[in-house]
């Protein structure tokens, strides 16, 4: 069974990907011409994450940070496209190549790996994802034990059903996000980085 709910899982991935790509090409295309336009070159932004098994790779995002006077701040345009997630759509490239999933554990910076516990690193075992469990149950809001054991859980209880239903939960979460207007008067919104102990 658990065969079965990684076979539908990566069929689901592949398949949809490629009709997202297709459907939000003109949505793609607008907003990097805003980009281009608002805050300048480049369109797109590249970092390194730590995929399965820890294995690197380069996550691709639209950019939204801009750096003023050595400081890095998320500017107006960016701001938006944070807040209605449409910055991570270029994403689904990442998904295409088989890097990351549309649920699972969000990607993080190789340098966290060595702070993991031996719970924590468990979110290894599994393809990261765009959205996941975490995500709907907090997301930036809660502190990074609370979102690691949310992704251990969801690694335990993982089936191709709960996929579906984390994608269904992550459109009402962003819409609910998306109607608190107070989202958007943050100037900077740069997450705290992981330390092993918060």
Do not use: H
């Not at 069974?1 to 949505?27: E, G, R």
């Amino acid at each position: 069974m658990k065969l079965i709910n990684f076979f539908l899982k990566q069929i689901f991935d592949y398949f949809f990907s490629l009709f997202l790509i297709i459907i939000l090409f003109p949505v793609q295309l607008i907003i990097a011409v805003l980009i281009y336009l608002i805050d300048g070159p480049p369109i797109f932004f590249y970092q390194t994450r730590a995929g399965k098994n820890g294995k690197a790779f380069k996550l691709i995002k639209f950019r939204t940070i801009l750096t003023i006077k050595n400081k890095k701040y998320v500017s107006t345009l960016g701001r938006f496209l944070r807040l209605t997630r449409l910055d991570e759509i270029p994403q689904i490239f990442n998904i295409i190549l088989g890097q990351i999933s549309f649920v699972g554990p969000r990607p993080l910076y190789l340098k966290y790996i060595k702070l993991y516990n031996k719970q924590q690193i468990k979110r290894l075992n599994f393809k990261p994802g765009i959205t996941g469990w975490a995500q709907i149950n907090g997301d930036n809001n809660i502190s990074w034990k609370k979102k690691f054991k949310l992704d251990i859980w969801y690694i335990n209880n993982f089936n191709f059903l709960l996929d579906l239903k984390i994608i269904f939960f992550t459109k009402i979460f962003l819409i609910k996000k998306i109607c608190n207007y107070s989202s958007l008067n943050s100037k900077k919104i740069i997450d705290k980085e992981f330390n092993g102990k918060n």
